[in-house]
């Protein structure tokens, strides 16, 4: 991605997917260029937990709901150090912000931090594109360069695609640190940093968890060095075929018994790390307002989603792996893709969306109970 300083003048911008349709409209952000996959996010609210999620990282993201930064930016909403999406790509960006704890508008954050954007979009065309077409590259190009889609075109057709790509070890920690337990400390966690969403250790927190995050590159010996009483994998970018060292890792924690928990890239390693495969859906799941049902309780839940691939595994039966029986625990009502995994002999589960949703909705929450009671259990 390469970009320069926001200018005062509006600046022609132009959308180039990888199929050759193409968007114009104008420069929201930072000018210059960049590359990436095009997804869509339904969410109402919550663009700044959007734009900072590392999940997003290579991703150009276009919002669907029309109106955006109306609430400008704060300095407390962020899930991570910086902005990861690749791109923004907006239909009516708002011309003011207005909310108490703003202290800058989502145009200058953008411009800040050199994340290209596009507004004046059809997002609604450009939806249903993508979920005509699927998820693909693109490029958002603003300038003198935007008449030569030809080029454009070539560039985009260059970049590499996700399948494949394995991106945790560019979003996560390099060093581990502790999230201290708000309160008496109950119990210790040690969380893998795939890409993790700074609410997450907080929502632990809440609970009494003293939480140590670990890089993605963390032994076993490393993990158990902290005497944690359970062991968490995050969410993340990329490809989860990509993931095998972090699929080795939670194999030592699953042969140790260890109460386990994942979510969204740590749904899908423990799917591999039980031998079920992953595969890249259509257009992926993102946004606020996902339909879930939990097989356990019976019990719908509303959801907020980010995720590409999923896991492949029967949905009414019951699969025997090395480390015992496991079940699908969570389906998607939209298109019965998995959503959850429970072993049955072994303290051990998973989801595939986000419990923590600073944005909501916060059905979800239940989740971090049930760990912290497995990891009582374990104790008892």
Do not use: W
């Given at each position: 991605m390469?970009?320069?300083?926001?200018?005062?003048?509006?600046?022609?911008?132009?959308?180039?997917?990888?199929?050759?349709?193409?968007?114009?409209?104008?420069?929201?952000?930072?000018?210059?260029?960049?590359?990436?996959?095009?997804?869509?996010?339904?969410?109402?609210?919550?663009?700044?937990?959007?734009?900072?999620?590392?999940?997003?990282?290579?991703?150009?993201?276009?919002?669907?709901?029309?109106?955006?930064?109306?609430?400008?930016?704060?300095?407390?909403?962020p899930e991570s150090r910086r902005i990861w999406v690749a791109g923004y790509v907006v239909r009516d960006p708002a011309r003011r912000y207005s909310n108490w704890r703003a202290r800058r508008s989502l145009d200058e954050e953008l411009a800040a931090q050199g994340v290209v954007g596009i507004s004046g979009v059809d997002t609604r065309a450009l939806t249903r594109h993508l979920r005509e077409r699927g998820a693909m590259r693109a490029g958002i190009f603003s300038g003198e360069a935007v008449a030569d889609t030809a080029t454009l075109l070539a560039r985009v057709r260059s970049a590499p695609q996700m399948s494949g790509a394995d991106l945790s070890p560019e979003v996560a920690t390099t060093e581990p640190y502790v999230v201290p337990a708000i309160?008496?400390?109950?119990?210790?966690?040690?969380?893998?940093?795939?890409?993790?969403?700074?609410?997450?250790?907080?929502?632990?927190?809440?609970?009494?968890?003293?939480?140590?995050?670990?890089?993605?590159?963390?032994?076993?010996?490393?993990?158990?060095?902290?005497?944690?009483?359970?062991?968490?994998?995050?969410?993340?970018?990329?490809?989860?075929?990509?993931?095998?060292?972090?699929?080795?890792?939670?194999?030592?924690?699953?042969?140790?018994?260890?109460?386990?928990?994942?979510?969204?890239?740590?749904?899908?390693?423990?799917?591999?790390?039980?031998?079920?495969?992953?595969?890249?859906?259509?257009?992926?799941?993102?946004?606020?307002?996902?339909p879930v049902k939990d097989l356990t309780t019976g019990k719908v839940e509303v959801t907020a989603?980010?995720?590409?691939?999923?896991?492949?595994?029967?949905?009414?039966?019951?699969?025997?792996?090395?480390?015992?029986?496991?079940?699908?625990?969570?389906?998607?009502?939209?298109?019965?893709?998995?959503?959850?995994?429970?072993?049955?002999d072994r303290p051990a589960f998973s989801v595939q969306y986000h419990p923590e949703a600073a944005a909501g909705p916060h059905d979800a929450a239940y989740l971090f109970d049930r760990f912290v009671s497995l990891m009582e259990g374990q104790r008892a």
């Open positions: 390469t970009a320069t300083t926001r200018t005062a003048a509006p600046a022609p911008a132009v959308l180039v997917l990888e199929d050759g349709r193409t968007f114009r409209g104008q420069a929201y952000g930072a000018r210059g260029e960049t590359v990436g996959e095009a997804v869509f996010s339904t969410g109402m609210t919550g663009y700044q937990e959007t734009l900072t999620d590392p999940s997003y990282h290579r991703q150009l993201v276009v919002m669907t709901a029309p109106h955006i930064g109306n609430t400008g930016v704060n300095d407390e909403d309160g008496e400390k109950r119990l210790t966690v040690a969380a893998i940093d795939l890409g993790i969403k700074g609410m997450t250790p907080h929502r632990m927190a809440e609970r009494g968890i003293e939480v140590h995050v670990l890089p993605v590159t963390a032994t076993l010996d490393e993990i158990y060095a902290v005497a944690p009483d359970g062991v968490f994998f995050s969410n993340g970018p990329g490809d989860p075929a990509t993931a095998d060292h972090p699929v080795k890792l939670m194999r030592g924690v699953l042969e140790r018994g260890t109460p386990l928990f994942g979510i969204c890239f740590g749904n899908q390693i423990l799917g591999r790390a039980l031998g079920f495969g992953t595969f890249k859906l259509k257009y992926g799941h993102r946004g606020i307002n996902q989603h980010n995720h590409g691939f999923a896991v492949d595994a029967p949905l009414d039966a019951v699969t025997d792996t090395p480390y015992g029986r496991v079940e699908v625990s969570h389906v998607c009502l939209n298109d019965d893709v998995v959503e959850g995994l429970r072993l049955l």
